[in-house]
């Protein structure tokens, strides 16, 4: 128990379908992160928000819509994706001021998605 | 771009020997995590290093802190079949402009045989 928690924790879905990965953390902390880890390749950072306000975006394509309402809450909305962005999603968040000090993060357990 | 090398990529002992993994970079970090990711469960943290030639003990394992603050490793003894798992090591980094970077390496898997 990390005080991250993500669901589901598995996702089949269709290229058409619209579905969201939601992510909850009781850790106080003002910094969240979606990462996605790939087989063979390293974790990639996909956004950072930080009070609640997006401070990173890696290039992500707009099939992939983050969402934070609150610095506990952080959703990925997922539509008409593709077979390769089948992976593990990773919610991580940390105490992070606005200045992006970079503390230690803490993860989730994963959402598994498969894109059929 | 700050990069991390993680080695070995790959790493299959038999129960009770020794081993070490590293992580190596070019680049100056300002602390350095290590963690552990079991098969579809997501990274734990083991433990964070900050400065340079610290060394930490988490029961069998230890964790080092290259003087330089540019590498780090891992030294497991006598590993136990329950150590088996992806280890990840993370370094914060400057990346300008008043900001910081968390950059993680490819990971090692290590699978220890009963």
């Known amino acids: 128990e990390t005080g991250v928690t993500q669901t589901p924790r598995h996702l089949v879905m269709g290229m058409t379908n619209k579905k969201s990965l939601k992510c909850e953390q009781h850790?106080?902390?003002?910094?969240m992160y979606w990462y996605k880890q790939s087989a063979k390749k390293p974790l990639e950072l996909m956004f950072v928000?930080?009070?609640?306000?997006?401070?990173e975006n890696n290039s992500v394509p707009s099939r992939f819509s983050p969402e934070c309402p609150n610095s506990s809450h952080l959703f990925l909305h997922l539509h008409t994706l593709q077979p390769e962005d089948s992976a593990l999603y990773l919610c991580?968040?940390?105490?992070?001021?606005?200045?992006?000090?970079?503390?230690?993060?803490?993860f989730g357990e994963g959402s598994w998605l498969t894109v059929v | 771009t700050q990069l991390l090398e993680q080695s070995p990529q790959f790493l299959s002992i038999q129960e009770g020997e020794n081993l070490t993994v590293y992580c190596n970079s070019s680049s100056v970090f300002s602390s350095l995590q290590w963690y552990r990711q079991e098969p579809g469960e997501g990274p734990v943290l083991l433990v964070t290093v900050v400065t340079g030639g610290e060394v930490k003990k988490l029961k069998r394992l230890t964790f080092q802190f290259g003087d330089a603050r540019k590498d780090s490793s891992l030294h497991i003894t006598a590993a136990q079949p329950g150590d088996t798992g992806l280890y990840l090591c993370?370094?914060?980094?400057?990346?300008?402009?008043?900001?910081?970077?968390?950059?993680f390496g490819k990971g090692t898997k290590l699978s220890v045989i009963p």
């Open positions: 993370a370094g914060t980094g400057y990346s300008g402009a008043g900001s910081y970077q968390l950059t």
């Open positions: 991580a968040s940390s105490a992070q001021d606005r200045r992006n000090s970079g503390n230690t993060i803490y």
């Open positions: 850790l106080g902390h003002n910094a």
């Open positions: 928000y930080n009070f609640k306000e997006q401070t």
